[in-house]
């Protein structure tokens, strides 16, 4: 299957939330699956984190990407970004709003 899928040209791809931002070029991105324990056969949720590139800036905090496998750019990052899938409903506070004293 695996030989099928490299002859095809076929890479892995996610689809996550984003969850961090804070790096230049990179964002985290937590990936959610949902399982059945292997003993109790109750469902439960799992999540991973994964580190992408994302050339560009484009993603936000909160965004719903699909990402794909690419080789190894760093220690961690293995990923690319390939597309926002949904925007993140951006809130925005006034400086007034926030209660605190000056």
Not at 10 to 15: G, Q, S, T, Y
Not at 48 to 67: C, N, P, Q, S, W
Not at 69 to 97: D, G
Request: contains cysteine; aromatic residues 4%; proline residues 4%.
């Amino acid at each position: 299957m695996a030989e099928q899928q490299q002859a095809a040209g076929i890479k892995n791809e996610k689809v996550g939330q984003v969850v961090s931002i804070k790096m230049t070029k990179t964002i985290v991105v937590e990936v959610s699956r949902r399982v059945p324990h292997p003993l109790y056969r109750r469902i439960i949720g799992k999540r991973k984190k994964f580190y992408a590139h994302d050339a560009e800036a484009t993603a936000r905090l909160g965004d719903v990407v699909r990402i794909v496998e690419c080789r190894p750019l760093s220690k961690l990052k293995r990923w690319t970004l390939v597309e926002v899938i949904r925007r993140a409903a951006q809130v925005s506070v006034q400086p007034a709003e926030l209660d605190v004293k000056v």
